[in-house]
């Protein structure tokens, strides 16, 4: 439950009582998921990481071919002046102008690439495009730290499970309520073991690692499909390059390319086909397929992300569990404490404890065995994988989730050195 309190509801959900501000989570009667209620703080911090380390948006427009880019923007231009003009002479226009406007347009578009990091702010279009739908940001997080979220939850079968029997010993022997709600330690246990320690520690032939960090290979590719497909896809850096129509910075820039005699029309009808294109995609498929290669989002970020230093990457997820992360570890503490109120409730305490405490341990460990053994082995999803127009369907690899790896050398020969790494 403490887990997915960090994700939902999108929206604060409750009475207002006592909820200090906006930004606060929880009120007297009311919640809302930590990272929604967070969500311009949280992408803020993502931003920086994003456009400080891993991308340039001068960097991304420049492997763009501009001669390219302005065929593909051409057909699309012609249909806007067509739909501006009457038709009676539009076609004639069209028909004079059409010699020189690849060449004229190649130009500035060329132009445009020397320019881009004044008409485009990359920081913008990241906070806005999670600030716009917060959903976003939450499913961001969810999928990069999927591992960690799962080890959050299963990790209470080997935590719980062993305080557990410390529990019950001391229950026995002196039954009080104040020992029943042992998920705070469980859970503050679990959330150290996902970050600490951010950089790989030698013990003999073991290595330590946090569970995000020694991750850091898959969570980039991951972190880089996401952003390329949902945050800084072609459609959406195209509508923020046009943003604000006449009022905006790519109406200014092509002013300046293409200064007086050149008439308002023409302009309007290039920024209208960048907003056209971009709502558009499927009309315009070629022009989006060449910019998502030639942008090559995925590959920077994941590529750079890969090598950032343990500490720096761990800002990546880290954000989600320190902002109320109290809160977590207190629910976890509170829900204990209504389990152990139902115990002494119900007589679980002083003559003929022993066998009842034995007759719980054993329901509870039946009980969380059986959700780990549907989690791990029956309910194994399937992923659709699209290659060449055909719908490929295989069964999902699961990751074990180790925070332990053993070094090559030491393994002996006779067993798969491959499954214990």
Not at 286 to 299: A, F, Q, R, V
């Amino acid at each position: 439950m403490g887990v997915n309190m960090l994700f939902y509801p999108i929206e604060y959900w409750g009475t207002e009582w006592y909820r200090t501000s906006p930004y606060t989570p929880y009120g007297l009667l009311g919640w809302q998921g930590v990272v929604p209620c967070k969500t311009e703080k949280m992408a803020a911090r993502l931003v920086d990481i994003v456009t400080e380390k891993l991308l340039t948006i001068e960097e991304a427009f420049g492997n763009l071919d501009p001669n390219q880019l302005a065929q593909l923007l051409l057909p699309i231009i012609e249909e806007e002046l067509l739909e501006e003009l009457p038709k009676y002479y539009g076609d004639l226009i069209i028909r004079l102008i059409r010699p020189v406007l690849p060449y004229v347009l190649s130009q500035v578009m060329s132009n445009l690439q020397k320019e881009i990091d004044d008409i485009l702010d990359l920081k913008s279009v990241v906070l806005d495009a999670f600030v716009r739908d917060k959903k976003v940001l939450v499913e961001l997080f969810q999928k990069v730290g999927r591992v960690e979220l799962d080890f959050l939850v299963e990790s209470g079968l080997g935590f719980g499970f062993a305080l557990g029997l410390f529990q019950m010993m001391a229950w026995v022997a002196k039954p009080r309520p104040w020992t029943l709600p042992v998920a705070d330690i469980t859970n503050w246990i679990a959330i150290k073991l996902l970050f600490d320690p951010a950089e790989p520690v030698n013990i003999g032939p073991i290595v330590l690692q946090g569970l995000f960090e020694s991750r850091q290979k898959e969570v980039s590719e991951e972190f880089g499909k996401f952003m390329e497909g949902r945050v800084l896809h072609s459609g959406n850096l195209l509508e923020y390059l046009a943003k604000d129509g006449k009022d905006g910075e790519l109406y200014s820039f092509l002013r300046r390319q293409l200064p007086y005699p050149i008439p308002e029309f023409v302009l309007d009808a290039a920024v209208r086909a960048v907003v056209k294109a971009a709502t558009n995609q499927k009309d315009y498929p070629e022009l989006h397929s060449y910019m998502t290669d030639g942008l090559n989002i995925d590959e920077t970020l994941s590529s750079r992300l890969k090598v950032l230093p343990p500490k720096e990457f761990e800002d990546l997820l880290h954000p989600v569990f320190q902002e109320d992360e109290i809160i977590l570890i207190a629910v976890g503490g509170v829900l204990g404490a209504i389990a152990g109120q139902m115990q002494t409730a119900l007589g679980w305490g002083g003559p003929g404890a022993t066998m009842k405490a034995a007759l719980t341990v054993f329901a509870v460990s039946a009980t969380s065995w059986g959700y780990f053994f549907f989690k791990e082995v029956v309910e194994t999803p399937e992923e659709i994988f699209i290659e060449k127009q055909e719908f490929i369907v295989r069964p999902a690899i699961r990751r074990r989730n180790t925070l332990l790896t053993v070094t090559p050398e030491v393994i002996p020969e006779w067993m798969d050195g491959d499954r214990y790494q």
